[in-house]
């Protein structure tokens, strides 16, 4: 599991403008099985994304095709997650680390 922490480098304003692409980009990921839940953070310097990917080489190249990333909108973070608790349930969405 990763957690992409995206915080960003231009007005709120220039955020909403670009935020169709982002959606965009982000149902993708959703259809795809990659994206496990996303959103903003609070206060609204950025957003979170949480990825299931297999290694951070792959969470890489996701960011390279987020409308943000290209036209220079947000910085990324990406932190590698290993649960060592968690529900049931977890394994049916990240399978078993």
Known sequence: MFIIELTYNVPVTEIDAAMA????YLEKYYHKGNFLASGRKEPRDGGLIFVKATNRQEVENIIKEDPFNINGLANYRIIEFKATKKIKAYNDFCGDE
């Open 21 to 24: 692409g982002h959606i965009e």
